[in-house]
């Protein structure tokens, strides 16, 4: 009789599930560091880390748009990022500084409007529904450009192409490269 052929290999780690894909991607010093010191603190290896981290970070975003709904988690994930790019721009914290409110509370008019209208492409070519609104709200229409602008940067990033300088840090935000002017 023929000796059974074993399979090679580290034995799963969690009996009766099968992991199906293996990624590999590059991260940041910063956040490799916080990987590894969360996986040393709870006895798991980065690679068991990251996995969790994924998961609460979808179990999270599933729980807020189901109490939520989708509309309102758009709208809250959006002007959170706007109102990021903001502060950076001016430097100042939008609770302390009345200019930087101003240009917050625009944008999160812009930001309601781009999610109801699902017309973020049309608003950056300067429609004049945007022209209407902007007069509508009482803001210049350069007040309004820069709202549009910061409004239009809490929209999801779209995928980038690979190009041959990938290997090298990707660009900042256009508000820090300072492409944004006042």
């Known amino acids: 009789m023929a000796a059974k052929k074993t399979v090679g290999g580290r034995p799963p780690r969690h009996p009766g599930e099968r992991l199906s894909k293996s990624r590999t991607f590059r991260v940041r010093g910063g956040l490799d560091e916080y990987l590894q010191a969360a996986a040393a603190a709870s006895g798991r290896s980065v690679s068991e880390e990251i996995e969790l981290q994924l998961e609460l970070a979808r179990e999270r975003k599933e729980r807020m748009i189901e109490e939520w709904g989708p509309d309102v988690f758009r709208i809250a994930d ?103 002017k006042k």
């Open 78 to 180: 959006r002007a959170a990022r706007s109102l990021r790019h903001i502060e950076e721009y001016t430097g100042k914290s939008w609770q302390e500084d009345e200019e930087t409110y101003e240009l917050f509370r625009r944008a999160l008019l812009e930001v309601v409007a781009n999610v109801r209208n699902q017309r973020a492409y049309e608003l950056m070519l300067g429609t004049q529904v945007g022209a209407v609104a902007a007069i509508w709200a009482g803001m210049s229409l350069d007040e309004f450009a820069l709202a549009k602008r910061f409004a239009l940067m809490g929209e999801p990033a779209p995928p980038r192409r690979k190009t041959s300088t990938d290997a090298e840090p990707p660009v900042g935000s256009a508000a820090q490269s300072g492409e944004v």
